[in-house]
């Protein structure tokens, strides 16, 4: 039970209330308690459920009812917003992307939170950062995520560190074996957004800046991530067929043989040992002139402001990001935590033997551009990649780069 932090609570949420005001509109939360409802993506595991329960049975008064949005990022959000826009307390707590929170703050449509509540110093610093928008909390962290690169142990010595040897290494495998060497996730959505951006970051570069303000991209930056991707394409240890993947479609291209390497996320690791057994093994996204760095992904935690059970909501949050069920999201939900320590223990590595090689991952991660405008940049990046990889014979890497920079720019003036 939370109930001693009651009345600081009920002070932090009207503090909050009227500085999601000034942030962008405001809302209409109470500050109070009672039933509430969490909004978040299909639980495609069946974990959530029993930690929902545990929460009813000692709050019979506050009790919590989730509400399924469909599995697509894209369409929760769309779902959401079409929610929030109409003000509507429906939604209490909401799951969201982590590249959501400054879209969802800066229209008011979430309350801002009192740091001292959550343990943030046991949480992955970068993780931490994804829920921080003109440095106010916005949401607590749920889960984590980053970028592995899988490959086959059967038919790689040494895994590549940069991208010189992951083209050499899979130009040789491609040859000798008939199969594919390298996927990511290369469809025209926000996966290629992800990929892109990890490629930038792997060369050195950002595309923006680490406060949002300005357009960071470097065109001989952007130029040298795209010629890495297009590279692969024209030589052909990138499949062309790859270029219409998203996550689980490069998760079945690797876990059944078709793919020596591939770019996914955490989630993919289970399939691909039930099938390949110990053939399968993760390390760090290589990079320009050594290993990488991965795009965060994960979901956070938010309180909407239209809520009239946000005292309720919050209190729910701290429960649900609680070390205990922080553990029970890793073994039950197989999805990445966010305590640091969860990363450390022996028993959990034993299970999940990719642990030490995601924390480093996430460690030196980096967030997608933050920008309340954050889909009009997606779909501008993945687009304009999309469009190289897909021509034979496309505009110099530079120029296609130099393009991108000027429309990201044009549209960072308007918010």
């Known amino acids: 039970m939370l109930r001693p932090l009651s009345l600081l609570l009920a002070v932090t949420l009207a503090a909050g209330c009227a500085a999601a005001g000034d942030e962008g509109g405001g809302g209409s939360g109470t500050g109070g308690t009672g039933p509430i409802t969490f909004a978040t993506g299909r639980?495609?595991?069946?974990?959530?459920?029993?930690?929902?329960?545990r929460w009813n049975q000692a709050h019979p008064a506050e009790k919590v009812t989730l509400l399924e949005l469909p599995e697509a990022a894209d369409e929760q959000r769309a779902q959401m917003v079409a929610n929030l826009q109409a003000r509507s307390n429906?939604?209490?707590?909401?799951?969201?992307?982590?590249?959501?929170?400054?879209?969802?703050?800066?229209?008011?449509?979430?309350?801002p939170l009192e740091r001292g509540l959550f343990p943030l110093d046991r949480f992955l610093p970068p993780v931490v950062e994804t829920a921080i928008y003109k440095d106010k909390l916005w949401a607590v962290p749920y889960t984590s995520n980053a970028g592995l690169l899988y490959y086959r142990t059967d038919l790689v010595d040494k895994p590549p560190r940069t991208w010189a040897e992951l083209r050499d290494q899979a130009r040789k495998i491609t040859k000798k074996h008939d199969i594919g060497g390298y996927a990511g996730q290369f469809l025209a959505?926000?996966?290629l957004t992800v990929n892109f951006s990890e490629a930038v970051q792997s060369a050195g570069g950002e595309i923006v800046s680490r406060d949002g303000t300005e357009v960071a991209l470097d065109p001989a930056t952007g130029g040298t991530a795209l010629?890495?991707?297009?590279?692969?394409?024209?030589?052909?240890?990138?499949?062309?067929?790859s270029l219409s993947y998203k996550e689980e479609e490069s998760r079945l291209a690797f876990q059944e043989g078709r793919l020596a390497f591939a770019?996914?996320?955490?989630?993919?690791y289970g399939p691909a040992k039930a099938e390949l057994g110990d053939k399968v093994a993760v390390t760090r996204l290589p990079g320009l002139n050594g290993p990488g760095s991965s795009t965060l992904g994960g979901a956070n935690?938010?309180?909407?402001?239209?809520?009239?059970?946000?005292?309720?909501?919050?209190?729910?949050?701290?429960y649900f990001t609680s070390l205990e069920n922080e553990r029970r999201v890793l073994t039950e939900g197989s999805f990445p935590p966010v305590w640091t320590e969860l990363y450390d223990d022996p028993e959990l590595i034993k299970r999940f033997p990719y642990l030490p090689v995601l924390k480093e991952s996430i460690l030196t991660a980096k967030a997608r551009p933050v920008s309340a405008n954050y889909n009009q940049l997606s779909l501008v990046i993945a687009s304009s990649v999309a469009k190289v990889l897909g021509d034979p014979t496309p505009e110099s890497a530079d120029d296609v780069a130099a393009s991108m920079k000027s429309e990201?720019?044009?549209?960072?003036?308007?918010q």
């Open 263 to 268: 770019r996914n996320w955490p989630h993919a």
């Open 189 to 191: 959505y926000e996966g």
């Open 408 to 414: 990201l720019e044009e549209i960072m003036r308007t």
């Open 227 to 241: 010629e890495f991707l297009l590279q692969g394409v024209r030589e052909g240890w990138i499949p062309k067929e």
């Open 90 to 111: 429906r939604y209490d707590v909401l799951g969201l992307d982590v590249i959501l929170t400054a879209e969802f703050a800066e229209n008011g449509w979430i309350i």
């Open 43 to 53: 639980d495609t595991t069946a974990y959530l459920q029993p930690l929902l329960d």
């Open 301 to 318: 935690l938010a309180v909407s402001a239209f809520s009239k059970h946000q005292q309720t909501a919050q209190e729910f949050i701290r």
